[in-house]
């Protein structure tokens, strides 16, 4: 897509110190059935968490054994302290983290500390500023293996993350555009069916629902 193209070009030059450095807190799905498994940063309008980005990843421990799939409920992990630019930029492509079932900021369970992140591939880049106009309507970004991510755009605007079901599979990052307002009232709702490219698909199940301009749980 014009925006991850866009967003990698700006952040392709390497800066002299770390640009984004923090904790980064990340909501996780995906995996199972040959599904990628995802890791997608949950962003604010401010640095240095002003991305909206998801990689595509791997996770190992040496004791602990990852559930077949972060898609039946909610996961979240915490980061070690990181620069998010590096991590979007491709420069830093590993990184341990804890793991949690649930929201680690709103009670979640703590799975496991140390895990090993690889970063397989930074599907989506978009730089977030309280100077974007407001997007018009309810707007999502289509991943592989069954995702719709909602496009963040202007304060105070939300994050959500569904997992779908149905016959679709377009490029990552296709863009899908409904005719209401773009807001958390007005979001995809479990059961709801949904065009995508030349397909229609059902939301299964809402993995995550943060509510901005600080993205916490509502």
């Given at each position: 897509m014009l925006f991850l193209s866009l967003a990698l070009i700006a952040l392709s030059q390497p800066p002299a110190t770390p640009v984004r450095m923090g904790t980064h807190g990340?909501?996780?799905?995906?995996?199972?059935?040959?599904?990628?498994?995802?890791?997608?940063?949950?962003?604010?309008?401010?640095?240095?968490?002003d991305l909206q980005l998801v990689l595509q990843v791997s996770l190992s421990h040496p004791t602990w054994k990852a559930p077949p799939s972060f898609s039946d409920q909610g996961y979240t992990l915490v980061p070690e302290k990181l620069d998010l630019t590096a991590l979007a930029d491709g420069r830093l492509t590993a990184f341990k983290a804890?793991?949690?079932?649930?929201?680690?900021?709103?009670?979640?369970?703590?799975?496991?500390?140390g895990a090993e992140v690889k970063v397989q591939k930074?599907?989506?880049?978009?730089?977030?500023?309280?100077?974007?106009?407001?997007?018009?309507?309810?707007?999502?970004?289509?991943?592989?293996?069954?995702?719709?991510?909602?496009?963040?755009?202007?304060?105070?605007?939300?994050?959500q993350v569904v997992r779908v079901k149905g016959g679709s599979n377009p490029a990552a990052g296709t863009?899908?555009?409904?005719?209401?307002?773009?807001?958390?009232?007005?979001?995809?709702?479990?059961?709801?069916?949904?065009?995508?490219?030349a397909a229609t698909v059902t939301v299964e199940?809402?993995?995550?629902?943060?509510?901005?301009p600080d993205f916490v749980v509502p």
């Open positions: 990340m909501v996780l799905f995906g995996g199972g059935d040959g599904a990628p498994t995802y890791a997608s940063h949950i962003p604010m309008f401010h640095a240095p968490h804890a793991v949690f079932r649930g929201n680690f900021e709103s009670g979640g369970v703590e799975l496991v500390k930074v599907v989506l880049v978009k730089p977030l500023s309280t100077a974007t106009p407001a997007a018009p309507a309810l707007s999502y970004l289509w991943l592989p293996g069954g995702f719709l991510l909602h496009a963040i755009t202007a304060p105070p605007d939300f994050d863009q899908v555009t409904l005719p209401r307002p773009n807001n958390g009232d007005h979001r995809l709702h479990d059961g709801e069916a949904v065009t995508v490219g199940r809402e993995l995550s629902f943060l509510v901005g």
